[in-house]
């Protein structure tokens, strides 16, 4: 039986903000397999964003059990979260979070970095992500150079060059236009029934979410109905 990409177990998360408590998660239990493809959606203030910082590793939980990949987030220091962050999990946000004067290659190919992957096999590797995408004809391009579609699309490639078993992708829509957004969809469904990357994306809008096998929705820091249940 194979380990969940994800599981949490009456997760909490509790924040101290001039001395009032603000619990941002209340006990949330949920799993995520692996290959799976499902959205967490809720309303500004909800708790969908504190738990996507938690389920990607960003953040630890106040209280219960959260384990990516079989590992236990409570049970790892800083470095060996950035670890486990860096070889499990891609990410693909709102903004893009490209490096303005660095290339399409090298801005896909800098996870590799950090592994310590050697540069020739970092630019293969990054090529061929890109590749991937659509961009094979953007290598040397800086985020200036392209569109927005094209920039998220470096960002996926980004996400996979690690070839993790997640994908987390946080409102990869919501600085698109319809049709560049369908585009961008079409693309990380595509990366979740041919490769078999287990994809969570974190919405608002319940059209995008709808598109996900699985709808997780959380209100007021509890999973409110979960599709799967």
Known sequence: MSVPALEAVDVTRVYEMEGV????????TLTIGQGEYAAILGPSG??????????????????GVLRVG??????????????????HIG??????????????VDNVGMPLMYRGVPRPERRERAVAALEKVGLGHRLDH????????????????RALVGEPQLVLADE???????RTGEEVMALLE????????????????????????????IRDG????DTAA
Do not use: C
């Open 91 to 104: 990410f693909v946000f709102q903004s893009f979070h490209l490096l303005a004067r660095t290339t399409a």
């Open 222 to 225: 509890l999973v409110e109905r």
């Open 46 to 63: 909800s708790g969908k964003s504190t738990l996507m910082h938690l389920l990607g590793a960003l953040d630890r939980p106040s209280s």
């Open 142 to 157: 800086r985020p200036n150079q392209m569109s927005g579609g094209e920039q998220q699309r470096v960002a996926i490639a």
């Open 21 to 28: 408590r603000v619990e941002a998660l209340k006990g949330v």
């Open 172 to 178: 990869p829509t919501g600085n698109l236009d319809t």
């Open 190 to 217: 595509r990366l979740n029934t041919e490769q078999g990357v287990a994809v969570i994306l974190v919405t608002h809008e319940p059209d995008v979410a709808v598109r996900a096998r699985r709808q997780i929705h």
């Open 70 to 87: 079989g590992r236990d987030v409570a049970a790892l220091d800083d470095s060996e979260l950035a670890e486990l962050r860096n070889e």
